[in-house]
């Protein structure tokens, strides 16, 4: 019965003098096509045959007012506001606003330096990995070499996007770089606030050993917005995607900064869907 009646419809609208119709008729046909996957079409399809048969152009305008609505429907859900507590544990921004000087994070604040002199690498990556694996940040020991590529990258690329899986998708969150530390922030935030956006992750590298060939990261995040899988998930695709070593995501880096109206969201999607970490 639900698809005679369906059927019945289109045949009488394609029989129906009508002088002018406003949408195409593809669209008409996938305005249709909606119709019948509403639960409730059965229900009033009687009614519906009767008002297209009756009048033609009130059908249409009805169907028209029903499309408006469901387009802006999808809007406002798109730029729905962030109404997330953020923590203050890690403050808006305050360096990335035009012409504010950058500050840069010193090791000797938070590392004593002098213990580790006459250590070597493979000694000081186990003392700094050990001290915080207990701690609510993420941590890691990256070669000179490769945070050489890591740099030049993160100056020719200061903003990026990676998405962040979800239990309803994916979320959209927005990497700026300045120096040596990389500031995340979820992209609705940030589109809200602008600069003074609150940051859901910061990745501090300490460069001050370099002359042992490490250079040590940390990146503090905030609770309310991430938990710790999450942020190790968004400092990998930042390493993924900043060392050089996979031309295709470096194409996708060049092409959000040099040419945004080719870049694809959905391409990073599929990127993360096909990662495999080594």
Wanted: proline share 4%.
């Amino acid at each position: 019965m639900f698809t005679k009646s369906f059927h019945k419809i289109k045949q009488q609208i394609n029989c129906s003098n009508i002088r002018r119709i406003t949408m195409s008729s593809r669209h008409f046909e996938k305005v249709l096509e909606d119709l019948q996957g509403n639960p409730y079409y059965e229900k009033y399809s009687a009614r519906i045959a009767a008002l297209q048969k009756t009048s033609p152009e009130k059908f249409l305008q009805r169907v028209e007012q029903q499309q408006n609505t469901k387009e802006k429907e999808k809007k406002t859900k798109f730029a729905s506001v962030d109404t997330r507590q953020f923590s203050s544990s890690l403050n808006p921004k305050e360096s990335l606003k035009d012409n504010a000087p950058v500050k840069e994070n010193k090791l000797e604040d938070i590392f004593k330096i002098d213990l580790v002199k006459d250590k070597d690498s493979v000694e000081i990556q186990t003392i700094w990995e050990e001290y915080y694996k207990r701690k609510e940040v993420i941590s890691a020991t990256i070669p000179k070499e490769v945070y050489t590529q890591l740099q030049m990258n993160m100056k020719k690329f200061p903003t990026f996007l990676f998405p962040l899986p979800r239990s309803q998708g994916y979320e959209f969150i927005m990497c700026q770089n300045f120096g040596h530390t990389v500031h995340f922030t979820p992209l609705l935030a940030y589109q809200v606030h602008k600069e003074n956006a609150p940051e859901c992750l910061t990745v501090i590298h300490y460069t001050e050993l370099a002359d042992k060939g490490i250079i040590l990261m940390k990146g503090e995040y905030d609770k309310n917005v991430l938990n710790g899988k999450e942020a190790q998930c968004l400092a990998n695709q930042f390493q993924i995607y900043y060392n050089g070593n996979d031309q295709n995501k470096l194409e996708m880096l060049e092409k959000f900064t040099k040419r945004p109206d080719d870049f694809k969201h959905m391409e990073l999607i599929s990127e993360l869907e096909n990662i495999t970490l080594t």
